[in-house]
């Protein structure tokens, strides 16, 4: 049987506005497998990026219970959050964030040097990694000279080098172009055969069905859709 990564019950998450506080999360349970491929699909407004933040340890939740890797995130100190989104969260955002005057392999070593690695060290770990992803011949390039898809693949690289034990993917398509798109899903195809546990965030259906399972989420209520093969 395969493990629980992530186990969510009973999240619950608001915002104040002016003196009321609006609920966004309401409620949820979500668990997902080590090595499963799961897209988190909503509208505008609909809680996904709320929950997304939490997920990321980038949020805290009012309530319920969140564990990551049987590590009980809703008990950890906020300062502690940091050093568990380095070692066990790899990132990748839609508008890259990629330092721009930093080339492409000092922009995916940053997280090991983060960490207190040593930068032969961390560029010796990475090469792999940037060879998988094809920009081994963009090393010596700034983010402006790539195109989005190359950036992504930088964004993807930098995600993986610090070997996360979970890649969350935050609208990892919309500011490619089709083409580019396709291409970095087939990606995301390749790392879950791989063996990588993949939460993706969007608003797409279309996207969304590269994943293996769909969950939906509306006005901060989660359900779910069956996803075959």
Do not use: W
Not at 1 to 15: F, Q, S, T
Not at 124 to 141: A, P, Q, W, Y
Not at 209 to 217: G, L, P, Q, Y
């Amino acid at each position: 049987m395969a493990k629980e990564l992530i186990r969510i019950k009973n999240l619950n998450k608001g915002y104040m506005l002016g003196e009321e506080k609006v609920p966004v999360l309401k409620d949820i349970c979500f668990t997902v497998e080590r090595g499963e491929y799961v897209a988190i699909l909503g509208p505008s407004g609909s809680g996904k990026t709320t929950l997304m933040n939490v997920i990321g340890c980038m949020d805290i939740m009012d309530s319920g219970e969140y564990y990551l890797d049987d590590l009980p995130i809703h008990e950890t100190p906020q300062e502690a959050l940091t050093e568990i989104r380095n070692r066990e969260i790899g990132f990748i955002f839609q508008n890259y964030q990629l330092i721009p005057t930093y080339n492409v392999l000092q922009n995916i070593i940053m997280p090991l040097l983060i960490r207190g690695m040593g930068h032969r060290e961390a560029e010796k770990r990475c090469m792999e990694t940037i060879s998988l992803l094809g920009i081994d011949h963009r090393l010596g390039h700034r983010p402006s000279e790539l195109s989005g898809g190359q950036k992504q693949r930088v964004s993807i690289a930098r995600a993986l080098v610090g070997q996360p034990s979970l890649l969350l993917a935050d609208e990892p398509t919309g500011a490619l172009d089709r083409a580019s798109g396709q291409e970095v899903l087939k990606l995301f195809g390749q790392l879950h055969e791989m063996g990588h546990t993949i939460v993706m965030i969007t608003h797409d259906l279309n996207v969304a069905r590269s994943a293996k399972r769909i969950v939906h989420i509306i006005d901060g209520v989660l359900s779910e859709t069956p996803q075959g093969g």
